[in-house]
């Protein structure tokens, strides 16, 4: 069974300081994850998604995430955070179980607070 | 081009009654799904629609119903409401298989 785990519930950091969100994920076949954003009273957004290839992934906003296989961790990361990266993070990963579908599990999401 | 429209944004209901929500995807994309977003439970999955076929269905009594349109546009019902139904519904649509998924603003609803 496909799934992911944010282990925090909740990122501290300061404005310019470098910001990880952690993710990790229990796949059976070839992982596909991604990484989106929820701003209060909205609905989430997409900032990358890691199918193969490098392990760097770079996506919006100047957000970027890095695959390891072996921890099978899926982190993201800015390297100057931003009071408008406030937000809630969620980590996905595709459902393989369900051939020819676009169905995801979500992780629990971690609040990210930046401080001015 | 135009986002993933739902509507409406609110709705308060109470128990017994029925509700439909309605998705407008984005132009081209075939796939929409729905999820539920709660604070408990965080986001569950519904059901998935391609070509108006019900591709997948999650874990959710037969009270949650869907259906899609030729125009990919979709709906939801659901029937005989419940407290626990209170949630933020989100709708998404996506190219297909691998594509990230492009969420609609949600409807609250509200169970009382």
């Known amino acids: 069974a496909q799934s992911v785990a944010q282990p925090e519930d909740q990122v501290n950091v300061a404005e310019g300081n470098p910001l990880t969100v952690k993710c990790t994920y229990s796949?059976?076949?070839?992982?596909?994850l991604f990484w989106y954003v929820q701003y209060p009273n909205r609905g989430l957004q997409f900032l990358l998604k890691?199918?193969?290839?490098?392990?760097l992934v770079k996506g919006s906003y100047g957000f970027e995430a890095e695959f390891n296989k072996s921890q099978t961790s899926f982190h993201l990361k800015k390297p100057s955070a931003l009071v408008s990266d406030s937000a809630l993070y969620f980590c996905?990963?595709?459902?393989?179980?369900?051939?020819?579908?676009?169905?995801?599990?979500f992780g629990t999401g971690t609040s990210l607070t930046v401080i001015p | 081009k135009a986002g993933v429209t739902q509507t409406p944004r609110y709705l308060i209901k109470t128990r017994g009654q029925q509700v439909t929500l309605s998705c407008s995807p984005i132009?081209?994309?075939?796939?929409v799904s729905w999820y539920q977003q709660t604070p408990g439970q965080g986001l569950q999955f519904l059901f998935e629609?391609?070509?108006?076929?019900?591709?997948n269905k999650g874990n959710f009594p037969g009270r949650f119903s869907g259906r899609q349109f030729s125009n990919s546009r979709s709906e939801m019902n659901v029937s005989t409401l419940e407290l626990g139904d209170s949630a933020l519904y989100l709708c998404?649509?996506?190219?297909?298989?691998?594509?990230?998924?492009?969420f609609g603003n949600g409807t609250r609803l509200t169970v009382t």
């Open positions: 998404a649509s996506s190219l297909g298989s691998n594509s990230p998924l492009h």
């Open positions: 796949v059976s076949g070839n992982p596909y």
């Open positions: 890691y199918i193969t290839g490098d392990n």
């Open positions: 996905a990963v595709r459902d393989e179980a369900r051939a020819g579908g676009n169905q995801f599990y």
């Open positions: 132009s081209g994309h075939r796939s």
């Open positions: 629609y391609f070509s108006e076929t019900q591709r």
